[in-house]
């Protein structure tokens, strides 16, 4: 093997491949058990706990805001669901106060019409029964009227005056016809 | 010195620092860099994140998904429950990804050029895997190597491969990070020292030697895809064998 090195290092023997030196193999162990445990204490107990906690941190941070995020959504929805309910339930309640509002007033219209048509009738009857009255009292008077009249006729016709029975007959008589 | 393929992966003492018995253990070059990264690698995860925006930037927001990424590979291949060796996995996916990288950088040294360092990696992953394979399964841990179904006359065989395998797990897991970064350095560097050779030859040299040079950019491009694909493989290599140790029943 073809060495032109000047430095002899100590450990390093001339004319050996350095990586199967053995002379070296000693303080390469150490160095590198001291090195690596080294880094593995840092490693376990500082570094790698830091940049986990940083990743978790985010990663929490991240899920409770869309946790929030979640929650306000479904504080929106059930808003607006208890504001639709609230509107159906308005329109509903408009729809049944209109209905018995116009029942209400359908009936006071019937009653107060059936009551002015009661007043009208009870008035028709009163004036039927009045011109009944009259009528017979008409009627009665007629007969008084044509008794006299027929008297007097008689009376002037023949001088005398006729018998009340014959009279009374006739009359009775003629408004039989 | 600059034509010699071999030499970027020199270990180089810089100073002692104790000893083990009679070895001398220095601080190297190769140590420097494993240093440099867990600096880095520390770096991007504390101070990338400092500000812990709820929106990140650019530095955090890669952080964020190295993250991601490793604990999705994790819990594609090992489930739920293979996350508690997330540390682990993680570790060795940035720390092989980050030696990588800063290995491709011209005049660095790439850690995992060494076999040693590679084979130790494997072996951690190897032994994690038998430790929590007993631990969590006791004897039952040995169903890992009876699959289901299987006629009772082959089974002896089948049984014989399948710890074969097992036992060579660590092997290919450590070899094939080490000879990729290896192969990969090394071809670089030949094509480099092309350009070196052509460059000095004249006029026609230089001209040829755009040619190498086209070779090393095209090159430099590939050995970052294969720095990061090899942590990669290693990572989710990891995580397949992790799997067999929370569930050996196939």
Redesign the interface.
């Known amino acids: 093997m073809a060495t032109t090195a000047h430095t002899e290092a100590p450990g390093g023997h001339k004319g050996t491949f350095p990586p199967f030196d053995s002379h070296t193999f000693a303080s390469q162990l150490v160095w590198l058990v001291i090195t690596f445990v080294l880094l593995y204490v840092v490693l376990a107990k500082v570094a790698l706990p830091r940049v986990g906690g940083i990743i978790a941190e985010r990663q929490k941070r991240i899920d409770d805001d869309l946790a929030q995020a979640n929650s306000f959504k479904t504080q929106s929805d059930s808003a607006i669901a208890a504001y639709e309910k609230a509107l159906a339930d308005a329109r509903n309640r408009a729809q049944s106060i209109a209905n018995d509002m116009r029942e209400k007033q359908t009936a006071e219209a019937e009653s107060v019409r059936k009551k002015i048509e009661d007043q009208f009738n009870v008035k028709l009857a009163d004036a039927e029964k009045a011109i009944a009255a009259t009528k017979q009292a008409a009627m009665a008077n007629v007969r008084g009227i044509a008794t006299d009249a027929a008297k007097a006729i008689v009376e002037r016709l023949t001088g005398k005056a006729p018998a009340d029975t014959a009279i009374d007959a006739a009359i009775t008589d003629v408004l039989k016809r | 010195?600059a034509?010699?393929p071999?030499?970027q992966?020199?270990?180089?003492?810089l100073f002692p620092v104790f000893k083990?018995g009679n070895?001398?253990?220095?601080?190297?070059n190769?140590?420097a860099y494993?240093?440099a990264?867990?600096l880095v690698?520390?770096a991007f995860?504390?101070v990338g994140?400092a500000k812990?925006s709820?929106v990140?930037g650019r530095v955090?927001s890669t952080?964020?998904l190295t993250?991601?990424f490793v604990a999705n590979t994790i819990r594609s291949t090992a489930g739920t429950e293979g996350m508690r060796f997330?540390?682990?996995v993680?570790?060795l996916f940035?720390?092989i990804l980050t030696v990588n990288i800063i290995g491709l950088i011209p005049y660095a040294f790439t850690?995992t050029?060494?076999?040693?360092?590679t084979a130790?990696?494997a072996l951690?992953v190897f032994l994690t895997v038998l430790v929590y394979g007993f631990w969590k399964h006791g004897l039952h841990f040995f169903n890992l190597f009876v699959p289901k179904g299987i006629p009772v006359y082959i089974l002896p065989l089948i049984v014989f491969i399948e710890v074969l395998s097992f036992l060579s797990r660590p092997i290919s897991h450590s070899v094939r990070l080490?000879a990729n970064m290896?192969a990969g350095h090394i071809t670089l560097k030949v094509f480099a020292s092309f350009i070196t050779l052509l460059g000095s030859a004249g006029i026609i040299g230089m001209a040829g030697a755009t040619l190498p040079l086209a070779m090393v950019v095209a090159l430099t491009a590939l050995e970052l895809l294969v720095a990061f694909l090899q942590a990669y493989v290693f990572a989710i290599l990891t995580c397949i064998y992790l799997n067999d140790a929370i569930h050996p029943g196939h």
Not at chain 2, 9 to 13: A, K, L, P
């Open positions: 010195m034509v010699d071999i030499h992966f020199q270990i180089i003492d083990i070895t001398e253990i220095a601080f190297t190769s140590a494993m240093v990264a867990v690698i520390t995860l504390i994140t812990r709820l990140p955090q952080a964020e993250y991601e997330f540390p682990f993680f570790a940035t720390f850690v050029t060494h076999i040693i360092v130790m990696l951690s080490f290896l």
